[in-house]
């Protein structure tokens, strides 16, 4: 679990544990395992770090509190195309090396504007105004 803030972070105690690369925290990098995600050659000619530990897995970063991948491999590599998020109601997903990643909040239901459904409101109120004029 990391603070998108505060970049602090707890790694769980799973069969994952030990995959889970946490070296770069303080820059908002982590990297976890993945499935599919077995040849690094690509990320390795841009991240000296991951080439000189040989991480194998997925590059994941924290920036403006918003969590992306930043590096992977899968199919058509729709992971990284997801745009950065940090809202619980647009997680990224990535199927192909069975990883999702999900964004939590603190806030209490005053102080929590559910983004996505915002969106479409003012979409549709939109929608409605330009209707009738």
Known sequence: MIDLESLEYQVFNTVYKSQIITDRADEGI???PGKVTTDMEALYQVDEFARDNQIIGIKLLIENSK???E???SPRDICEFQAPTDSHLQPIVCLPNELIINVYTN???EQ???DAILEW???YYLYLILEFL
């Open 30 to 32: 982590f990297y976890v």
């Open 67 to 69: 969590i992306s991948v």
């Open 71 to 73: 590096y992977q491999e």
């Open 107 to 109: 806030l209490s239901s």
């Open 112 to 114: 929590f504007v559910p």
């Open 121 to 123: 409101l003012l979409c």
